[in-house]
């Protein structure tokens, strides 16, 4: 199992992308290259359009490695405006979601 990894819950998310902006100022990423991309889903759900945003990550990420010799936290979760997504060991995040619905687990094999 990886070492660490982002647990998202999208329920919270809001779609307004300063993940990736934050993930693109962190390493200096060009317009259309980013480590996080949020998108939209629109649906119908009893009768009223719902829409959800679910952030997903590319090969682009690499959990911030070098910045979390400075900081604790990935650039994402530090500038996430609903505090929605968390950082940490697998197996503690893994633990957290329990039962929980509409969360997403990404993890991380440095190296892979
Ligand atoms: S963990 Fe770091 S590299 Fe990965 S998406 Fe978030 S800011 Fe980008
Ligand atoms: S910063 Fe947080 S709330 Fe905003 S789009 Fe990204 S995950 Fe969603």
Do not use: W
């Not at 070098?66 to 936290?73: A, L, M, N, S, V």
């Not at 929605?84 to 979601?97: D, N, R, S, V, W």
């Amino acid at each position: 199992m990886a070492n660490y990894s982002l647990l998202i819950d999208y329920d919270y998310c809001t779609g307004c992308h300063s993940c990736e902006i934050a993930c693109q100022q962190e390493h200096g990423y060009p317009a259309g290259t980013n480590g996080i991309v949020v998108r939209e889903y629109e649906y119908e759900a009893g009768g009223r359009v719902r829409i959800d945003y679910l952030p997903f990550f590319t090969p682009h990420c690499d959990l911030c490695k070098d910045r979390r010799t400075r900081e604790p936290i990935p650039a994402c979760v530090k500038h996430c405006q609903a505090a929605c997504m968390e950082f940490g060991p697998t197996k503690q995040l893994a633990a957290k979601m329990g039962d929980r619905n509409r969360l997403v687990l990404f993890t991380h094999n440095p190296g892979r």
